[in-house]
């Protein structure tokens, strides 16, 4: 098993938990992301090897094409292709490569509004998820106020409850040079809306744990005045602190696998109960598994990176 980054003191086992009570009481899924960059054939072979895994679904957060190369209707086609090759749900976020830097000369000087719009539309057209097998999901669209936000959506597994939030590298869209950024504000109170709603249900059902997924790594160098995280971390802090049980972050963005607990209240106390995962990607088309006991309240999160076999 190759790890390029933990952080140490975790309590943490790199190894999947026998189920041990029940069907009910554990389930295994899958976390990818920052894939396919590179030819199709490894992706399709990552496919193959997830569909040999008795999962209960994968999340992908974003990044579906390199940031290097042309935002087409073909190639977001070519992905959505091999999205309806999984067996069973795929749940897909977005990633700023799809949309928030298609303004660059390199990925054909695209309007990034416009690709956002045309990823809306060839992937989150229903409440489902995508798949051979689908997942009826919660959509933040159902919602007049945030009728837009197709993308944001939400699900339970057992007594752990799901949400996926489009927050993306590139600082969130939050970059004044550019005239797509006019979206940031909106995008940022939905997703704030989103979370805290999430946790809302998971406290009125009485769930064990909660997962949140999104393309950005929300930690990646330290926060600043201009950054596009700061408000959401800080109501990620609120929203954790009050939970008071296990939560797990999926993030992408930086490539590299990490397991760690960036949080922090605004003391600067370490909020334990949130483990954060960063999925490999990039020239790593692995994925991580992630196996869930929900009859253990303290750490029901166990990780297993599954590998393709080439490495960089």
Known sequence: MLVSRIFGAL???????IPGSGF?????????????????????ALIDKLNGQPLAFTLHVG????GSTVCSDESFLNVRELFEQFDRPLIYTPGDNEWTDCHRGNNGRYDPLERLEKIRQLFFASNESLGKRRLTLQTQSSQKSFSSYVENRRWSQGKVRFATLHLVGSNNNLQPGLPSSSEFAAREHANIAWLRETFA???ANLDVAVVLAMQAD???????????????????VEEVAAWGKPVLLVQGDTHQYLIDRPLKDA??????????????G?????????????????MPFQFKLLQTGKQP
């Not at 929300?218 to 990620?236: D, I, Q, Y």
């Open 267 to 280: 003391k600067g106390k370490p909020l334990s109960q949130l483990v954060r995962l960063v999925v490999p």
């Open 218 to 236: 929300t930690f990646f160098g330290e926060p600043r005045k201009g950054s596009g995280f700061v408000r959401w971390n800080a109501a990620l």
């Open 11 to 17: 309590a943490l086992t790199c190894a999947l938990i």
């Open 63 to 66: 990044d579906i094409k390199s």
């Open 201 to 203: 249900e998971a406290k």
């Open 24 to 44: 009910a009481q554990s389930f295994t899924f899958a976390a990818i992301g920052d894939i396919p960059y590179g030819p199709h054939e490894e992706f399709a």
């Open 282 to 298: 990039e020239s790593q088309a692995d994925a991580v598994l992630i196996s869930i006991d929900v009859a253990d309240t303290m």
